[in-house]
């Protein structure tokens, strides 16, 4: 059995749910640093999954999807608890920042955090003791945010071990179209690397949505993201109902292809296109006009993202360009 989580402010208490937050910082405002939580217990016992968004500020559909997915459960029966944070990073998520504003960290790259650092580094460490720890699966959403495009895709971290294999089958539960093994992220420092190394949780991370879809694809995507909590659930029997028919989905290694130059970008190819080596996929132009860079593909591929704003810096992501591996 685990340990309940605690938090520090009861907002509301309806039945068997219990919204709240749990602080991590006094602000020169009076104030506190805090994460919202929505707690929801089954009727029966069973596991405990933590669904998070909002780690980067930008990537709301997640957080939608878990506000939506809260509401429903309230008044349906299932088993185990259901662990709702809907922004994870609260102060970015109001600012409409991908990272904290107040450090300028990214928490998706400082996990396990510290204790005595950073504002940043206290909300990873704080959110691993007081609430990670105590779970037994997580969904940690992202998504495109405010500046690239990305087909849905679920990465889970791969190992032979049976934590790797959970997460295998929870991402196929999921049932988007793309699954990413994320055998070569090459980040550290992210959450599911920490809930695998630290507390043996498999962990699944869903990109959903960006902010092209969002004029008119806002609920679609929110939907995507609802229904891949309630497919989990059932792939974990917390909820009954029956599996949907598996999407299509192709197994791929994801690359970030970065520009090297800034400049006015043009993308040559689509989502979800397949792309033959040498093929072109992009172009960046200066302010005259001109060519400045162009980008071929380096391997065939399928196009699963990029970036969507017209103007780009170098060093930035271009193409999320992937290898696609059966
Ligand atoms: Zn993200």
Known sequence: MHEKIALDTIMMTRKARTDGYINFGLKPDGSQFRIPVIIIEGKKGGPVLLVDACTHGDEYEGAEAIIAMAAYLESTEFSGT??????????????????????????????????????????????????????????????????LHLEPIVGYLPTDDAIGESARQMAQAFNAGYTWRMQ???????????????????????????????????????????????????????????????????????????????????????ENDLVQKGELLGRITDVFGNTVEELKAPYPGVVIGFWSVPVIRPGDWWYLFAKVLD
């Open 82 to 147: 259901f662990i709702g944070v809907p922004a994870l990073n609260l102060e970015a998520f109001s600012t409409i920042s991908r990272a904290s504003t107040t450090d300028g960290q990214n928490l998706n790259r400082i996990f396990p955090g510290n204790p005595d650092t950073y504002i940043t580094m206290r909300l990873a460490d704080i959110y691993l003791k007081r609430i990670v720890k105590h779970v037994d699966a997580v969904i940690t959403f992202h998504g495109g945010g405010d500046v």
């Open 184 to 270: 070569n992220l090459p980040f550290e420092g992210v959450s599911a690397q920490s809930y695998r190394k630290l507390f043996g949780i498999p962990c699944i991370l869903p990109e959903v949505g960006s902010h092209c879809d969002r004029l008119h694809a806002r609920q679609p995507n929110i939907g995507i993201c609802r229904d891949g909590i309630r497919n989990v659930m059932m792939h974990l029997n917390m909820l009954p109902g029956t599996m949907p028919e598996p999407a299509k989905q192709l197994d791929v290694e994801l690359h970030y292809i970065h520009a090297s130059n800034g400049g006015i970008q043009t993308l040559l190819k689509k």
